[in-house]
């Protein structure tokens, strides 16, 4: 399926499994005050997916933190780590069954605290709906587009036990990226 344009709210509202893989074909732009934009073209994301997911901020239930990940998806979850870093979440999924994919890099920007620092997210951004956002959303690339990606465990996440920090919900792209004419 070749998409252009600003990728559709609707779309989110899909299972993390499916939207994951397709999000390594999408932009992340942010548009700022002062008038300048943004393109990221996404090569990393990881899945974090319902309250069974011990890795998953939503396993200890819903909270004020993790409210926005209860909603239909297509929704900004931003949350601080290490008091200096705001980390880049996409909410998906049906309400009631929290999701979200954790931004980890673009083929600019490697990391995904780094990733946040160029965006220059802080706490305003949660809860943003991508569909109407005039500063933040996803599109999809009409340049750049690679169909091969890998799966591999997720970063920093041994503290969830074996089973979960063995799960492959991390995925990157695997070929190098080419205009597509």
């Known amino acids: 399926m070749q998409c252009t344009g600003r990728v559709n709210e609707d779309f989110f509202h899909q299972d993390a499994l499916i939207v994951a893989p397709e999000m390594l074909k999408m932009q992340l732009v942010r548009h700022?005050?002062?008038g300048e934009t943004l393109v990221l073209d996404i090569t990393e994301v990881e899945i974090y997916r319902g309250e069974e997911d011990l890795a998953c901020h939503a396993s200890k239930g819903r909270s004020p933190r993790t409210n926005v990940m209860y909603l239909q998806g297509g929704r900004v979850y931003v949350y601080l780590i290490y008091g200096m870093y705001w980390?880049?979440?996409i909410t998906t999924g049906p309400n009631d069954h929290p999701q979200a994919i954790l931004i980890r890099g673009t083929q600019q920007i490697k990391g995904p605290g780094r990733v946040g620092k160029a965006l220059q997210l802080d706490k305003s951004f949660?809860?943003?709906n991508l569909n109407d956002s005039n500063r933040l959303w996803l599109?999809?690339?009409?340049h750049n587009v690679t169909s091969g990606y890998t799966t591999l465990p997720r970063v920093g996440i041994n503290y969830a036990g074996e089973h979960w920090a063995g799960i492959h919900w991390r995925f990157l792209t695997t070929e190098p990226l080419e205009d597509v004419q």
Do not use: D, H, K, R
């Open 139 to 142: 599109q999809w690339q009409t």
């Open 32 to 34: 700022f005050e002062s």
């Open 126 to 128: 949660y809860g943003e």
């Open 87 to 89: 980390l880049l979440n």
